[in-house]
């Protein structure tokens, strides 16, 4: 592969890593002359039209992201059957890496560490994107100290350090949240869960949980509490301990809501330690080289001028010995001064590292709206730029929300006239007017709005309506609700244009809360527009969750085999399981499944095995 052009534009230079999936290597973008690495998926993978479709649509979206924390994608391609990622290529070693050298991490440093992996997370959780797979592997430190965090959205083939529950989730076991280790959709709290399993780590040494099994660690994350870090390292500060346990809160809505809350809340609290940890740093987001000493030669250059006038340079030295007498009692009594910089517009990262250099700390004021600065960015300072202070000084800051978000007004019951004023008056234009047949609302009224109600958007924005046209022509046929959840069942009548008149709760073990289980009218039968219908939900306890591992052997007459693994419960019948496993491999696989249940494991399209649940 060396030396081959991918792309009539990528020179391979040489390979510099491996993982489960793909190989890495060095290159050259000849048309911008710069390095830049290139992963390259492994063959046995680049004839998978299905994973090579995932790796490529997540590798686009991916591609949208540019962040100072996170390795940036700058091209997806193809060559022949080599399906290839260009991305930035960054100098350092991994986070892993770095634990294992100096783990346990001064809690500053570890704060500071993990300040600059929730900035770029919460770049990607804006834009949309969930890494899933948050651990100190994909996290690199280059030479000047800076975190990025590298492969976003791009997919991972399991490996002995990584585990998969149900629907396609592969995440590492040792850092993977109770939510993917039961199958359940991901979320902006599962990377923050993560994250405060790799700041655990790095203030410890220890991952939360471990075992001999991964099956096993995976349901310890469910199940178990772990270890408090400070019982491990006492010097953890209690605030730090707070933060993490917070962060990996067996349920997600325990935990930080948002990346950018978990950051603040890290920036906030000081984390100052002893000289325990011999990690260089000063406080800062970056790991500082100890200063080179000049001592050696103000010694020779004194001995030489010494040489020269004994008498000169004794008279030098006493009236320099006089003058640091008094400079040092003027600065002990007065304190040095140091001029102020201008932080205006720097965002809080980089304000903070201006004015460390400066010997200056910064307190958050408070924060506000405002449409001209970005948000964290500063908007106003006190001292201001160009006043003269003692060293050490608190910079007081107001630091930016961003642009201010105003409620959406409800239209809905308006005629059409006096919903567009209304709208006009709150700073909103109308967009799109649908007209729909609705037996609820008179002829020309709002029947519904898009936006929704109260729902908080930047004024001027196009709210698109739907008015009534009246009455229906004909009747309409009940729709069947049994099965649904009620807000389904709510929207499945609003649009037949039927009302909801009573809702009943009933005790099931059968059916989940909130799941509709009988109606007053049967589906199929013919009424009015505007028909009220009684609706039975289901108030639980319903089924109750449970995990099982399974175990089955592959066998070794093909290389390869397509396992797909399909589980029916009270749920229905829901694939959980697809990847591509080598023959003769033991797959472990922890499902999860309501009330009774049966998992059916296919080999390449044909039953190889089922397990009763």
């Not at 591609?63 to 350092?92: C, R, T, W």
């Not at 239209?411 to 006009?424: H, P, Q, R, W």
């Not at 099965?483 to 649009?495: F, I, S, T």
Request: net charge negative; glycine share 8%; proline share 4%.
């Amino acid at each position: 592969m060396q030396g081959a052009v991918l792309g009539n534009r990528y020179e391979i230079l040489e390979k510099v890593g491996e993982g489960g999936m793909a190989i890495v290597y060095k290159a050259r973008c000849q048309i911008l002359d710069r390095i830049v690495a290139v992963k390259i998926l492994k063959e046995e993978y680049s004839n998978d039209a299905v994973f090579v479709e995932k790796f490529r649509t997540e590798a686009h979206s991916a591609a949208k992201l540019s962040h100072p924390n996170i390795v940036n994608i700058f091209d997806v391609g193809k060559q022949d059957d080599i399906h290839f990622i260009v991305m930035e290529y960054v100098e350092g070693e991994t986070l892993k890496d770095l634990i294992a050298k100096k783990a346990p991490l001064a809690s500053d440093i570890a704060s500071d560490i993990a300040i600059m992996i929730c900035d770029g997370i919460h770049h990607a959780h804006e834009k949309g994107i969930i890494h899933k797979d948050i651990k100190p592997h994909n996290i690199l430190i280059t030479d000047s100290g800076i975190i990025k965090v590298a492969d976003f959205g791009i997919a991972h083939v399991t490996t002995n350090k990584t585990i998969t529950f149900g629907g396609n989730i592969v995440g590492s076991v040792h850092y993977i949240s109770p939510e993917q280790a039961k199958g359940e959709p991901v979320t902006r709290e599962t990377d923050i869960y993560s994250v405060g399993c790799v700041l655990y780590e790095l203030l410890t040494g220890q991952v939360p949980f471990d075992a001999e099994s991964p099956i096993t660690i995976a349901l310890k994350h469910i199940h178990n509490e772990p270890t408090p870090p400070h019982e491990i390292n006492p010097d953890i500060p209690i605030q730090l301990e707070n933060i993490i346990l917070k962060a990996i809160s067996k349920l997600p809505m325990q935990r930080y809501k948002t990346a950018d809350e978990m950051k603040l809340d890290l920036f906030n609290n000081s984390f100052n330690t002893s000289n325990k940890y011999n990690h260089n740093s000063n406080n800062g987001k970056t790991i500082i080289m100890p200063t080179l000493s000049n001592e050696g030669n103000d010694d020779y250059m004194r001995k030489k001028k010494l040489k020269r006038n004994r008498l000169a340079i004794l008279a030098i030295a006493l009236i320099g010995l006089l003058t640091g007498i008094i400079v040092m009692s003027f600065s002990n009594f007065f304190g040095n001064e140091v001029v102020v910089p201008d932080i205006v517009g720097q965002n809080i990262k980089e304000a903070k590292a201006t004015l460390k250099k400066e010997n200056l700390k910064m307190t958050l004021l408070r924060s506000e709206f405002n449409a001209k600065y970005e948000v964290d960015e500063i908007i106003s300072q006190e001292p201001k730029e160009g006043m003269k202070v003692k060293a050490g000084r608190e910079i007081k800051v107001v630091l930016s929300k961003g642009q201010e978000l105003y409620k959406v007004p409800n239209v809905v019951g308006y005629k059409l006239d006096e919903a567009k004023l209304l709208l006009k008056n709150e700073g909103f234009d109308v967009g799109q007017v649908e007209k729909i047949y609705d037996s609820k609302y008179s002829e020309d009224t709002v029947v519904s709005q898009d936006p929704k109600a109260f729902q908080e958007k930047e004024k001027n924005i196009l709210v698109n309506l739907m008015v009534s046209e009246g009455e229906p022509p004909e009747k309409i046929s009940m729709p069947n609700l049994i099965g649904l959840g009620l807000a389904e069942a709510r929207e499945k009548l609003k649009d037949n244009n039927l009302i909801v008149k009573e809702i009943q709760q009933k005790e099931s073990n059968e059916h989940f809360a909130d799941i509709v289980i009988g109606q007053d009218t049967e589906a199929g039968v013919l009424v009015d527009e505007g028909t009220s219908v009684i609706v039975t939900v289901s108030k639980g306890p319903g089924p109750v969750a449970q995990t099982r591992a399974i175990e089955f052997q592959l066998p070794r007459e093909q290389e390869y085999y397509k396992v797909v693994i399909k589980v029916e419960d009270a749920r229905g019948k829901n694939e959980v399981y697809n990847e591509l496993r080598a023959g003769g491999e033991t797959v472990y696989v922890g499902i999860s499944y309501y009330g009774k249940g049966l998992a059916e494991v296919l080999l390449n399209g044909k039953v190889h095995d089922t397990f009763n649940l």
